[in-house]
């Protein structure tokens, strides 16, 4: 099976009724909702669009951005999707929505390489009731025929149809990741709960081929990043590094550690490759 190139797409063509306000345009850590979500995915892959509305093409919130419009009838997520597909059908979408302000490097970076190109969606599982999460999810391109079906007769959830379809499911990093915000209050909940997140320095040091790549052996940062998953995410971007988590073992405070712990301020941590000819 030839596996086909995956490109980003950022659902922004929501009303925000709930909101009362532009999800999009939404600050967080500084930020607009938006350019996060398009900053996230542009560290993984090589072209990513938003997803409007006719309507919404030169607001400046989404005007500045590459933009896929709405080609094909309907309303909701599901027509931003098809007409993703319809406009590049050769390629994969990692669909995001605009509203996630929890998801990180690390629950990408997962999507990507637990994804099924032999399903028509790989999607993750909802940390709250085990459903599938459409809108972070890689749709494939043969999945344009039977959601145009779906939609064709009178369906408009594209969580239903992964249901319908068994689309493999994986489990979240973070149960928070995919954590929406619809209400004033769930934003103004979600931006104090990142506040308890802010920058804290760690002390990193590199070995082997890491030490190459990153071209030097130790050194002290400033990050946000939650768990050694979020910081290895956050540091190969940065230095480009070739080794997958798979292949490694991480340290912290000098004992062997889960990419899962929780980091704190100050925190030594040590990511240790494979030992040559071992």
């Known amino acids: 099976m030839t596996l086909q190139p995956i490109y980003g797409l950022i659902l922004a063509g929501?009303?925000?009724?709930?909101?009362?306000?532009?999800?999009?345009?939404?600050?967080?850590?500084?930020?607009?909702?938006?350019?996060?979500?398009?900053?996230?995915?542009?560290?993984?892959?090589?072209?990513?669009?938003?997803?409007?509305?006719?309507?919404?093409?030169?607001?400046?919130?989404?005007?500045?951005?590459?933009?896929?419009?709405?080609?094909?009838?309907?309303?909701?997520?599901?027509?931003?999707?098809?007409?993703?597909l319809a406009a590049h059908p050769e390629v994969a979408w990692l669909v995001l929505a605009c509203d996630l302000p929890f998801v990180s490097d690390a629950a990408i970076e997962e999507l990507l390489r637990r994804r099924d190109p032999s399903a028509l969606a790989t999607a993750y599982k909802s940390a709250h009731d085990g459903l599938p999460e459409p809108l972070c999810a890689i749709w494939e391109p043969a999945a344009a025929p039977p959601l145009a079906e779906y939609?064709?007769?009178?369906?408009?959830?594209?969580?239903?149809?992964?249901?319908?379809?068994?689309?493999?499911?994986?489990?979240?990093?973070?149960?928070?990741?995919?954590?929406?915000?619809?209400?004033?209050?769930?934003?103004?909940?979600?931006?104090?709960?990142?506040?308890?997140?802010?920058?804290?320095?760690l002390k990193i040091q590199y070995y082997a081929l890491m030490r190459e790549q990153a071209g030097r052996s130790e050194e002290t940062l400033e990050t946000a990043a939650a768990t050694p998953a979020d910081l290895y995410s956050e540091l190969a971007a940065r230095y480009g590094f070739t080794l997958s988590r798979e292949q490694l073992k991480v340290a912290v405070n000098s004992e062997f550690s889960d990419w899962s712990r929780k980091l704190a301020a100050n925190d030594a941590v040590v990511f240790i490759p494979p030992v040559a000819g071992g």
């Not at 309507?55 to 709405?70: N, W």
């Not at 239903?160 to 995919?178: E, N, S, V």
């Open 151 to 201: 939609q064709a007769a009178g369906g408009h959830c594209p969580r239903k149809f992964l249901i319908r379809h068994g689309a493999p499911l994986i489990d979240p990093p973070d149960p928070r990741a995919l954590d929406n915000v619809n209400t004033p209050e769930e934003y103004s909940q979600a931006v104090a709960a990142l506040e308890t997140l802010a920058p804290m320095q």
């Open 14 to 84: 929501g009303a925000s009724k709930r909101m009362q306000r532009d999800k999009a345009a939404l600050k967080i850590q500084g930020k607009t909702q938006l350019v996060r979500a398009f900053e996230l995915l542009s560290r993984y892959l090589q072209r990513v669009f938003v997803s409007v509305r006719a309507d919404q093409t030169s607001d400046p919130t989404r005007a500045h951005l590459p933009l896929i419009v709405d080609s094909v009838e309907g309303a909701g997520p599901i027509t931003g999707i098809r007409s993703a």
